[in-house]
């Protein structure tokens, strides 16, 4: 999500409708949260589960009628940062060995265990990305509220969510400030000047934050933040949690029949 | 409404690193008055304004608001009775959406459902924002005369009695400054407004507070002081642009054919 603040909206769908936009929005995060845990949680290989946890996600972005280009590009800026991650997984040792370099080597249970890991987040990262484009970030904030997450770890996912674009122009701001003194003098002292400008960056942060306490203090904050009133469960909303109940058991089922 | 909202006595501050920002505040504020705090940066303007809301305690000294001193025991009565507009409107509206913002300060007083919907609309057609309109509005994405609407919107929704507000002014284009103006003239509230913006002095408060380096040293009617560019001078301060140009129509101007194009 922090990914792509700033770059564009985060909801850019969320003004149509949809089967999957009529649900309340802590149907939505708990659909997903049930299935990225039953994706996670699944162990490597097993391929069948996969197949049907890929057809639910699959139906779920058709239902929810997402912009698909906007949706690919954004896992495509995600997949890029998972797989430098992922890439270690690759050279694990177990299993014949299909190919080696050295001290590297490619075996059959390192190709079984990435393949695994990049399908798991492929799909993660799809029902997540669905979920971002499809509900507005204040609505998400207040459904979580509605699932009794603790109202000050919302708080700050609040402001955070609030900031993060302040901080992002107050840093390009700062760019533009060096550049148009030319900065682009030499590599060492730009390297230079982007550490002072991060340094710059964290005691204007620890600044703002301290200014943002003192207003809402003077609005009468007292550390609780206050609840409005919660959205509620329609009839469609339970079905479509029974579904996913059913699919994530079908999921892990299949291998104990 | 109380008769004498704000009565400060023999008030001192020095923050951590030693800098002495107020030194023996005397000031007594009656109802309905709009007083001017001006002075140059650093003058102390904006950590007396703090001292109105509770964010700051007094060290030494003594502030009353209405019938409360301010302490850590009446910091709610104090803070329902003053509202404070700080600088940076990028400050104060922390909430995602406008009205998530605006309804903040009267959740926290324990308002729901129909009456604190009320309260978040007049706040806003006060500033005059259209609710439908700006209600689902990302507070990211307002222009700065906007932000400084629902910044004001924000603490008059929490119905203070007195409103104090820091460089009201900063920031915004003449079209916005001007409607601000209008917005707090027909406020009938008690105003504290700390600013640089003579001209805005002038116009509004009949009543002016001159600080310098922490102390108090006019205090008095807004035409006494600017009148006397010495004095200001000696305070770090300027004349009003409508003090100090040489005509007073715009056809004494000195560059007519700008006039006549």
Known sequence: ?257 | MHHNPIFIHQLHHTYADGTQALRSIHLSVPAGERVALVGANGSGKSTLLLHLNGILLPQQGEVVVAEWSVSPNTLKQVRDFVGLVFQNPDDQIFMPTVWEDVTFGPMNQGLRGEALHYRAQRAMAAVSLDPKLYATRNAQNLSGGEKKRVAIAGVLAMQPQVLALDEPTAQLDPRCRRQLIHLLQNLPLTQVIATHDLDLALELCSRTVVLNRGEIVYDGATEGVMGNPAFLETHALESPLSYSRPYCQIEHAPVRSLISL
């Open chain 1, 1 to 257: 999500m922090i990914l792509h603040v700033g770059a564009f909206h985060l909801d850019v769908d969320s003004q149509k409708t949809s089967v999957w936009r009529n649900l309340a929005p802590q149907t939505r995060i708990l659909c997903v949260v049930l299935l990225v845990f039953a994706i996670a949680l699944t162990p490597n290989g097993r391929w069948l589960s996969w197949i049907a946890y890929t057809i639910g996600v699959a139906l779920l972005v058709l239902l929810s009628r997402v912009t698909l280009l906007t949706l690919l590009k954004r896992i495509a800026v995600e997949l890029g940062f998972v797989s430098t991650v992922l890439l270690g997984t690759l050279f694990r040792q177990g299993g014949t060995v299909l190919w080696h370099w050295g001290w590297l080597s490619i075996t059959t249970t390192g190709l079984m265990v990435l393949g695994s890991v990049v399908w798991k987040a492929l799909l993660s990262l799809l029902i997540l990305n669905t979920l971002v484009m499809t509900t507005p970030i204040p609505h998400l904030l207040q459904a979580l509220i509605t699932l009794k997450t603790p109202p000050l770890l919302v708080a700050i996912l609040a402001s955070m969510y609030r900031y993060i674009s302040v901080l992002v122009d107050e840093a390009g701001a700062m760019q533009r400030a060096a550049a148009s003194r030319n900065l682009l003098a030499n590599p060492r002292w730009q390297r230079l000047v982007v550490g002072n400008t991060i340094g710059a960056l964290f005691i204007r942060t620890l600044d703002r934050g301290e200014r943002v306490h003192q207003a809402m203090l003077s609005r009468g904050f007292t550390g609780i933040v206050p609840l409005t009133e919660k959205p509620k469960y329609s009839r469609s909303d339970r079905l479509v949690l029974v579904l996913t109940c059913l699919l994530v058991l079908l999921g892990q089922g299949i291998y104990l029949l």
